[in-house]
């Protein structure tokens, strides 16, 4: 399936290779790009590299399905806690 080049741009800006592009996109091909980049953003925020966010997600797909509030509250309170 094609897939909008922002979205790749985006992911591409927060420093993911095209082949975690490309695996990243493979996940959950019917959710809008805006879940997919609020989820690696806040796994990035967290400190993870791009391999490893890409890595949480493909072993936890359903984060790419919780609300992005839900995401960004669960990120803080990780972040929180250190």
Do not use: D
Request: aromatic share 2%; hydrophobic share 45%.
């Amino acid at each position: 399936p094609r897939h909008g080049c922002g979205e790749a741009a985006g992911l591409r800006a927060m420093g993911f290779s095209q082949e975690q592009i490309r695996r990243l996109l493979e996940l959950q091909p019917r959710l809008g790009p805006a879940r997919r980049e609020a989820a690696a953003a806040q796994l990035l925020l967290l400190g993870l590299s791009a391999e490893a966010a890409l890595g949480v997600l493909e072993r936890s797909p359903a984060l790419l399905r919780m609300p992005t509030e839900r995401l960004r509250e669960r990120a803080e309170e990780l972040r929180r806690l250190g």
